[in-house]
């Protein structure tokens, strides 16, 4: 991607988002959009495929803090995209020092004291301008590491607490394979651009300034292709459905990331191609739950008679890895939690988390008249015994 990109095109508008919106909403935007465009919800949309690729273009940039400071200078500058067209006092994009222009003073300003005038124009315009002694002639159009991509996962909660490894189909974007990211037909390759002698970069004289902008020829790759690759229409990139192996970790935690790294679109200019970031949602146990305070316990909920609590008993409670008995000591109240050494979530370092067992009385929905009268008995014997002593003092 080039400057004249960044100027000629709105990212923010791509993504439905305002100029000043957060990192999440913009990623919210970006998701949303990825899963209504994505080509496996729209096959043979050539127009949803486009804008896939649009926005994962725009969500490229904008989702990398360093690029969209770049970006958002780089457009307020030259008017929000209006092009390299002269301003006030004669320099491009309205450079002049009037009441809707900068002055160079201004420029230098924000180039970074110290710097000298060539090298800090040289930064702020990063390679739009020849300076700080480096011909644009002999420049290079900078590469670009390749965008990240997102996708999601379910797995089942014994593989989150065990870990697994889980094979997952991803469509998106990634060099072509037919071309090997040449963009040029097989058999053919690409020449060099005569105008800009393959810089990218081409330099005009505005007084006694030089000032260089990309080669409106090869817009600013340097390259010309007379012969079009026919599955990536030149662009060298395309679809690509692959099957990658999601190794998920132990312990992992519902709306947590895994990244692959390498795995996500491919670098422009020889850089590397960007990361995949899987999204892991994992489904609920029917049994077993993970512990807010520490996510390598495990939650178990078991139901007990009132004589169990009352008299004592021995229970036989499930874990991940067959049963366990738990005494129950005499008098104990429902809703106490007793501590399972060692039958939590088992990570690689070996850290293991314990299993926390919640009893809770289970009461009857009906009795029949044994039962009932033995009750009745036991509530008039114990009747001397108030649990609800004191609760209205002071009231």
């Not at 097989?186 to 810089?199: E, Q």
């Not at 229970?315 to 399972?340: C, Q």
């Not at 314990?354 to 008995?377: C, G, I, K, N, R």
Request: proline share 6%; hydrophobic share 30%.
């Amino acid at each position: 991607m080039t400057q004249r990109d960044w100027i000629e095109k709105d990212f923010y508008r791509e993504l439905g988002v305002a100029s000043g919106a957060s990192a999440d909403e913009i990623k919210k935007a970006y998701r949303k959009l990825a899963r209504e465009l994505h080509p496996d919800a729209n096959p043979g949309d050539a127009k949803a495929e486009a804008r896939f690729k649009a926005v994962s273009e725009a969500y490229g940039v904008l989702s990398d803090d360093k690029k969209r400071k770049e970006y958002d200078e780089t457009r307020a500058l030259f008017a929000g995209g209006g092009g390299f067209g002269a301003g006030a006092g004669g320099f491009p994009g309205g450079f002049g020092t009037g009441a809707g222009g900068q002055s160079f003073e201004d420029l230098f300003a924000r180039a970074g004291a110290g710097g000298g005038a060539g090298g800090g124009l040289g930064d702020l315009f990063g390679g739009l301008f020849g300076g700080g002694g480096r011909s644009a002639g002999r420049a290079r159009p900078s590469a670009q590491r390749g965008a990240d991509v997102e996708s999601e996962l379910r797995i089942s909660f014994d593989d989150a607490v065990r870990g697994a490894e889980v094979q997952i189909r991803l469509t998106s974007p990634g060099r072509c394979d037919r071309c090997g990211g040449t963009g040029a037909k097989p058999g053919t390759a690409p020449r060099t651009c005569p105008t800009c002698d393959g810089v990218g970069l081409v330099s005009r004289s505005q007084g006694a300034f030089a000032f260089s902008e990309p080669c409106t020829d090869c817009r600013g790759t340097g390259r010309l292709i007379d012969d079009p690759c026919p599955q990536c229409n030149g662009s060298g990139v395309s679809n690509r459905t692959r099957t990658l192996t999601v190794r998920v970790p132990a312990g992992v935690d519902d709306g947590q990331k895994v990244r692959l790294a390498g795995q996500g679109e491919p670098g422009r200019g020889g850089a590397p191609a960007g990361d995949l970031f899987v999204t892991v949602h994992v489904t609920p146990d029917k049994v077993f739950g993970r512990s807010a305070k520490n996510a390598d316990d495990l939650t178990l909920k078991v139901p007990v008679t009132y004589p169990e609590l009352v008299l004592g008993a021995t229970l036989t409670v499930p874990t991940l890895d067959g049963t366990v008995s738990l005494k129950i000591p005499p008098g104990t109240a429902s809703g106490r939690t007793f501590r399972v050494r060692g039958r939590g979530v088992q990570r690689k370092n070996g850290k293991t988390g314990d299993l926390l067992v919640t009893v809770e009385v289970a009461v009857p929905s009906s009795l029949d008249d044994a039962a009932t009268e033995a009750l009745q008995a036991y509530a008039e014997s114990t009747k001397d015994f108030d649990p609800r002593a004191g609760l209205l003092d002071g009231r």
